[in-house]
């Protein structure tokens, strides 16, 4: 079935004075109280993270003291050690690891190929299938959880990863994400000149429409991978106590009839350092994209 691409999208640019309004509000320096808001919320958002270091550096006789410890102690090797002998934490970081980067992969590409096919491409029934994929963003996970689980039994993928990673490779939310980008960073001419010089559908996708699209797709694979690496309830349920991921061992770490908050709340940093890494390997990419809108046209 032959393919069209799209008119370009009508551009109505901001009147001048709305231009000029908006470049004396750039100039203007923040004043204290800007400097004030950001340092408050980069505190309470910084604290967290720099208590779960302190729980995790003392035993947990020592969250009951009042007042609470707020610098580190001396038990955080102690309490690492007792987190990996505890649980098989190594074999959960490995699982984790496969399954996000695995899914993030799959998530990225066929949602920027969905994307493109559907901002750029003109073809029967593109609209109903786009409200198609829109409206599986309406129903709940959850429903879903005992036919997918049959499906994953029947075909001998339970106590898998398989049965993580297959069912989430691609989703609605990434095509609409990538469809609603590529509508406007693309322009059709582009296209239409990589036409008249010869190039493929694949072609085009592969020079023109991925280089274009590395800040979204930078975006959409850092909220995958953090959805990916933090989704608890579908391994628990499809994985086995001896195979499993980051998020069930931590449930496993804090089940008990006491709760041992030191080798929790260890756990949990252990947990979270691969999203930071994640986030600053990725934060150039965004913040990239936020700087080509700022200064496009």
């Known amino acids: 079935m032959a393919t069209t691409l799209a008119p ?17 509000a750039l ?15 980069a505190f ?16 947990n006789s020592a969250l009951g003291k009042i007042p609470p410890p707020v610098l580190l102690g001396s038990n955080l090797w102690f309490n690492l050690k007792r987190a990996f002998t505890m649980v098989p934490f190594e074999k ?18 066929f949602s920027t190929l969905a994307g493109f096919a559907f901002a750029k491409l003109r073809f029967r029934g593109r609209n109903i299938l786009l409200l198609s994929i829109i409206g599986t963003m309406m129903v ?7 036919p997918l689980y ?9 106590g898998t990863i398989y049965a993580v990673i297959v069912p989430a490779m691609v989703n609605g939310f990434g095509v609409f994400f990538m469809t609603q980008y590529l509508t406007e960073a693309v322009p059709t001419e582009l296209l239409e000149a990589g036409r008249v010089d010869g190039c493929s559908t694949i072609r085009l996708f592969w020079h023109v429409v991925l280089p274009a699209a590395r800040p979204a797709a930078a975006v959409l694979g850092m909220l ?15 994985l086995t ?13 804090s089940a008990g009839r006491i709760t041992d908050y030191s080798l929790a709340l260890t756990g949990a940093l252990i947990a979270i350092l691969p999203l930071l890494i994640v986030f600053v390997v990725l934060g150039k990419q965004i913040i990239g994209g936020i700087m080509q809108g700022a200064v496009k046209g």
């Open 8 to 24: 370009p999208p009508r551009h109505v640019s901001p009147p001048p004075t709305a231009r000029r309004r908006i470049r004396r």
């Open 27 to 41: 100039r203007r320096r923040p004043g204290k109280l800007t400097y004030l808001m950001l340092t408050a919320i």
């Open 44 to 59: 309470f958002s910084f604290f967290p993270l720099y208590w779960s270091v302190v729980v995790a550096s003392q035993d």
């Open 92 to 109: 959960a970081l490995i699982n984790s690891f496969l399954v996000a980067g695995a899914i993030t992969v799959s998530v990225v590409l």
């Open 140 to 146: 709940p996970t959850t429903l879903g959880i005992i």
């Open 150 to 158: 049959m499906l994953m039994a029947k075909i001998q993928w339970t």
């Open 224 to 238: 995958t991978f953090l959805t990916a690496w933090n989704d608890f309830f579908w391994p628990l349920v499809v």
């Open 241 to 253: 106590p001896e195979d499993p991921t980051v998020q069930v061992v931590l449930s496993t770490l």
